[in-house]
């Protein structure tokens, strides 16, 4: 995720690329009853493995279980942003990008490192994978590396600003 430095924008990801990951994201949200409850749980489970360092930002450093009460509400979240960026794509892209500067500033507020968006990216593969039960094609996988570091690239503006 994100090994060059060019950053990519919203506005400049294709509607092919758009339409793979709308595919995959209807895919695995519909393949299981819990994906609302336990998606991004996955995803952050899978970010805590990757990066260890990570649990910092969520509050383990106070202890087992307000780090768990954050990572839950952070899980939530994760999976509700993508929903509402997904929900509101159209030819105006003005407002998903004010609400990604606003999840930047939050991002900023809690200390996030901007080093951990990419190990984010691989865990939402991840998790995309556990919903999917299957691996991601090479195309998917593409899709969505692409879109997902357009949307971190906006919230890491933010946070280095």
Not at 58 to 83: P, R
């Amino acid at each position: 995720f994100n090994n060059n430095n060019k950053r990519t924008d919203m506005k400049e990801v294709g509607y092919s690329t758009l339409s793979i990951v709308l595919e995959t994201w209807d895919k695995a949200r519909f393949a299981d009853k819990t994906f609302d409850e336990e998606f991004g749980m996955v995803a952050v489970k899978r970010l805590f493995v990757i990066q260890p360092r990570a649990k910092q930002i969520f509050g383990f450093d106070k202890g087992e279980e307000i780090g768990w009460q954050h990572a839950e509400i952070h899980g939530k979240a994760f999976a509700g942003l993508f929903d509402s960026i997904f929900q509101m794509l159209g030819p105006d892209l003005d407002f998903i990008e004010e609400i990604l500067e606003q999840v930047g500033k939050r991002h900023k507020s809690m200390g996030v490192n901007p080093s951990f968006f990419p190990f984010m990216g691989q865990s939402l593969i991840y998790a995309l994978e556990q919903y999917l039960h299957k691996e991601l094609t090479d195309e998917q996988r593409e899709a969505w590396e692409t879109v997902f570091e357009a949307i971190s690239d906006d919230i890491v503006k933010q946070i280095l600003a």
